[in-house]
């Protein structure tokens, strides 16, 4: 049927040029996530209490004219809790973890963003801006991209560049002797390509580069001495099948991913969309993740080690695995969708696929919870 | 003769064009103005007709029939370039260069015309002798272009797509029988499209549910004679001259009415078994009465 689709939708009154939303959809959702507590016998000391994140997002799409769209973003996040602070050993030698003071730690962020798309006969073009604040942490942020249609729009051809200008002034810095106020940029590359491979699939690979200059330590950690340049490389590719018959769809997707910290990982995602009619989706999913440490990874730190010389005790820079599984409810009544969504994530030096030399003590497992109501006008 | 109605938030019109009964089955949304929309829709089928239709006779498509080199617009060669598409497909069956084989089979004065008719008409009949080069239409002197089975089932899918733009929510386009669909229906229940007996007893004889794209039907529909007792039914084979004897009808949905449409015509073209394997390849829904009227459906 592809063969005789093909001229069919290259007809003028037909071919679907890369139109606007033609409604409006507002949609605001809100999530919980919440770290497990770590064990007694992984921090001897002091609050075992870790993050707990509550994040509002109001998202709000519409048409104006016939070529534009134009959308806006609004996120509020608090955050209580505690971090890692630092890592020592035991009296057997074994790494424990000391969290953050005892009264923990209390942020908020906010951060809104606007973007605007133009669409073209065969493509669109695109560009946003956005701001975010905490107590401790301002960002500004553009991007650019377009994408153009090829092969009687089988083919689409996408791209984007986006800068990110970040301020770090942490909280208690004079009390604790951390820095005062330090910088950081972001910059970083796209370019996807995806394929209708029939009328019923869909692939696209992207790769994605970018390099951040500045600050890239955690000014919150007792030790903590990063490189202050660090090159990223991801390869992403996603492949879509949608089973007319059980009125389903499944999606896989994997990600390469390299950095010049000494990071490499590796990600599968798989996730099951089962439609029952029109008014309910089931989308039960499951993910793997592993990586390598970092060079400079260590679960002890090193407190007589030169300022000079990078170190880092942050769980995300060991080599662990991670097994995540999760189960969203779709449904769908006139204007009105409301989706519920359920998430537990498991970190584990155990689950890694890589070599682990030295395990974390402080790896995360959390759920994460969320409800969100769209609204079309 | 127009009429209007109401049902359900939806409104019909009912109306003929194109040769046959139409109707547009729409929802709008608040505030449009629905009689303008209607308007702009039957402007816009006019406008196809007036272009396509080989019975007027200032048509473009007329003036492409008189033999003469003829400018064409980006339109035509998208029709065209489909229609190819289709005879290479087809391995030369949907042959839309066959209009001296369609008028030479009267179904009025219900004849069989004669074996030099037919070889003439053989002769001025091959989609591979035309060239569509920078814009300006040649082919064999005699030979004579009909886009049944293409340009009614464009229409369907261009009216849809435009009442979309007008901000149409969702509703139906039925050019006689060939059916795209607009946008979604928000309680998610498909289409239930009525396949009407090709014997002409004006009977629904089965029904396929679509939520989109498009429907169309091929059939020998009322257009038949019987002579000497065989009976000859309208969709001709472009090989032979003669009327094909495969499939009674077959109504097909598609991602576009203009696919279903040109599938449904070359499944009429091939022979009965040979049909409906190549439908149950292609993986479509369809509805098909074969000639010993039994009706059979895509094998689930």
């Known amino acids: ?377 | 003769m127009v009429s209007d109605t109401q049902e359900g938030g939806i409104l019909t019109r009912s109306f003929r064009a194109m040769g046959s009964d139409c109707e547009f089955q729409l929802c709008f949304g608040g505030g449009s103005d629905s009689q303008f929309i209607f308007k702009c829709l039957q402007d816009e089928l006019e406008r196809l007709e007036s272009k396509y239709s080989r019975f007027r006779k200032d048509s473009l498509l007329s003036q492409i029939n008189l033999g003469k080199e003829v400018n064409i617009d980006n339109e035509t060669i998208s029709l065209l370039e489909h229609a190819f598409n289709c005879f290479e497909q087809s391995e030369g069956l949907f042959d839309v260069t066959a209009g001296r084989l369609n008028s030479l089979w009267d179904f009025k004065k219900k004849k069989v015309p004669s074996q030099e008719e037919i070889s003439y008409a053989l002769s001025v009949t091959d989609f591979s002798k035309v060239s569509w080069n920078n814009g300006i239409l040649s082919m064999p002197a005699g030979m004579n272009v009909d886009f049944g089975g293409i340009v009614k089932e464009y229409a369907a899918d261009t009216l849809a797509v435009l009442a979309k733009k007008f901000g149409v929510q969702y509703g139906l386009i039925n050019l006689g029988g060939d059916i795209a669909i607009v946008g979604n229906k928000p309680d998610g229940i498909a289409w239930k499209v009525g396949i009407t007996d090709p014997r002409g007893t004006e009977t629904e004889i089965a029904s396929i549910d679509i939520y989109s794209g498009g429907l169309a039907t091929s059939g020998d529909y009322k257009r038949y004679f019987i002579y000497e007792g065989k009976r000859y039914s309208h969709i001709l084979n472009p090989k032979t001259g003669f009327p094909c004897a495969g499939l009674r009808a077959v109504s097909v949905a598609a991602n576009l009415c203009t696919v279903a449409g040109s599938i449904a015509t070359i499944a009429m073209l091939k022979d009965e078994p040979e049909a409906i394997k190549w439908l149950n390849d292609l993986g479509v829904p369809f509805v098909a009465m074969d000639s010993n009227l039994s009706m059979l459906r895509n094998s689930d």
């Open chain 1, 1 to 377: 049927m592809i063969a005789l689709s093909t001229t069919a939708l290259a007809l003028p009154g037909i071919a679907l040029s890369d139109a606007p939303p033609s409604q409006s959809i507002a949609s605001y959702k809100i999530s919980n996530y919440s770290e497990d507590d770590i064990e007694r016998s992984e921090s001897p000391f002091g609050d075992l209490e870790r993050y707990d994140i509550d994040v509002h997002q109001f998202k709000l799409i519409s048409p104006i004219g016939r070529n534009f769209s134009f959308s806006l973003d609004a996120n509020h996040e608090t955050m209580s809790g505690a971090s890692p602070w630092y890592t020592s050993s035991d009296v057997n030698g074994d790494p424990i973890v000391a969290l953050s003071g005892a009264s923990g730690i209390y942020d908020e962020r906010s951060e809104v963003s606007f973007s605007t798309s133009y669409y073209l006969d065969q493509g669109t073009v695109s560009g946003t801006a956005g701001y975010s604040e905490e107590n401790d942490y301002r960002a500004i942020y553009y991007a650019l991209g377009g994408s153009r249609n090829f092969n009687n729009e089988l083919t689409t051809l996408s791209f984007g560049y986006s800068y990110s200008s970040d301020e770090i002034f942490p909280t208690d810095a004079k009390r604790f002797n951390r820095v005062k106020h330090e910088r950081k940029n972001s910059k970083s590359g796209v370019v996807s390509v995806s394929q209708i491979i029939s009328q019923n699939s869909t692939y696209q690979v992207s790769l994605n580069i970018s390099e951040q200059s500045g600050f890239l330590s955690d000014p919150y950690k007792l030790k903590d001495v990063r490189p202050s340049d660090k090159t990223q490389i991801a390869v992403t590719n996603s492949y879509r099948h949608f089973f007319e018959d059980s009125n389903s769809a499944l999606h896989i997707n994997y990600r390469y991913y390299h950095d010049d910290f000494g990071i490499s990982s590796h990600v599968v995602d798989s996730s099951w969309h089962q439609n029952f009619g029109r008014s309910l989706r089931v989308v039960p999913s499951i993910r793997y993740y592993t990586q390598s440490a970092a060079n400079f990874f260590t679960n002890i730190d090193d407190f007589a080690k030169p300022e000079s010389q990078y170190q880092s005790s942050d769980y995300r820079l060991s080599a662990f695995g991670a097994l995540s599984g999760g189960i969203d409810f779709v449904f769908n009544y006139g204007r009105w969708s409301t989706i519920f969504s359920a998430e537990r994530y498991v970190a584990n030096d155990r689950f890694a696929g890589h070599t682990v030399n030295k395990a974390s003590t402080a790896l995360v497992r959390f759920n994460r919870f969320s409800i969100g109501f769209e609204y079309i006008f």
